[in-house]
């Protein structure tokens, strides 16, 4: 019998049947809760077949202790926790599920968008403790809203943003103009969006070219009055130099889903009124978590189904 291990927090919360549907496939199921530490990974995985991984951090130390792991499938499109390279060396499959949260991510980015540049997170907490105090915030109507990194996700913040009535710039080392008219964008340099957005929401991977990419010395070239949103990874944005910018008044504010370690419980950030800080929440939609669900589960079954496919033959 083939074992699996399913890590991934929110895993079959929507697809009730979905560890027994596992069973009749004649999987040994192994649920646990993730994120799962170096130690306990590698005492669940060494006998493990396949892993649906979350957002635990792999390492190569886990890879080298999984020595019947043939598949490793990435709830979710990022697999910067995962060192695909070595996996593959050592003849592990990896996938993931892209475009299975796109319009959840979407979806959340305009809502920290919104919290931060109207206060509507501080002002609701405002009335839960009997405070009747106001917050003047801006308009996100009618603004420049700019796209660092335009895949699917950045593409569906577009799509979302022309209901805004937004001017949109676009910074992506892929440049298409056919993308560009279809979406009414203009690409432009990375100073060059960081310095005329009002508002700036991050979509690049986390690799080792957008590593601390927008550090002080970019963000400083923000406008007084912008806003930055980061739903994508924690990295990609320097938190310490993102908290001396916060905290000098240079920018507006900051909305993040996502840090360099998570949970940040020692971040500076925290203590800033304008920052609003949310728990790597924004791909948790029901309709997202279910496709992750199916989508990561698939991708385990159709490895296993193609081995035996060509055994057959």
């Not at 009747?132 to 796209?147: A, M």
């Not at 440049?175 to 005329?196: G, H, P």
């Not at 304008?274 to 978590?289: F, Q, R, Y």
Request: aromatic share 6%.
């Amino acid at each position: 019998m083939k074992k699996i291990l399913i890590t991934p927090r929110s895993y079959g919360m929507f697809n009730r049947d979905i560890l027994n549907n596992l069973e009749k496939e004649g999987f040994e199921v192994v649920r646990e809760v993730g994120p799962l530490s170096e130690e306990r990974m590698i005492s669940l995985i060494q006998d493990v077949d396949a892993l649906i991984v979350g957002t635990d951090e792999l390492t190569e130390k886990i890879i080298d202790q999984a020595q019947n792991l043939k598949v490793i499938s990435k709830y979710g499109t990022g697999i910067d926790n995962i060192p695909k390279e070595y996996a593959e060396k050592r003849g592990v499959i990896v996938t993931n599920t892209p475009s299975v949260n796109n319009e959840a991510v979407a979806d959340y980015t305009f809502g920290l968008m919104l919290s931060v540049a109207r206060n509507i997170a501080a002002s609701a907490q405002n009335v839960k403790e009997g405070k009747w105090s106001k917050h003047v915030g801006v308009e996100v109507f009618g603004k420049t809203l700019g796209i660092i990194g335009f895949g699917a996700i950045g593409r569906s913040v577009a799509e979302r943003a022309k209901g805004f009535k937004m001017n949109i710039l676009v910074y992506d080392v892929f440049q298409n103009q056919d993308i560009a008219e279809q979406y009414d964008i203009t690409y432009a340099e990375l100073e060059e969006v960081v310095s005329r957005s009002d508002f700036i929401a991050v979509h690049v991977p986390l690799i080792s070219e957008t590593r601390n990419l927008l550090d002080y010395s970019l963000m400083s070239k923000m406008k007084e009055e912008a806003i930055i949103v980061n739903t994508a990874r924690g990295g990609i944005i320097n938190e310490d130099d993102l908290y001396r910018i916060l905290k000098e008044g240079k920018i507006r504010g900051a909305g993040l889903d996502v840090f360099s370690v998570e949970p940040p419980t020692n971040s500076p950030l925290l203590e800033l009124e304008n920052a609003v800080l949310t728990p790597h929440n924004a791909a948790s939609s029901k309709e997202a978590i279910q496709r992750m669900t199916l989508d990561s589960t698939k991708n385990v079954l159709d490895y296993f189904n193609s081995v035996k496919s060509d055994v057959r033959s």
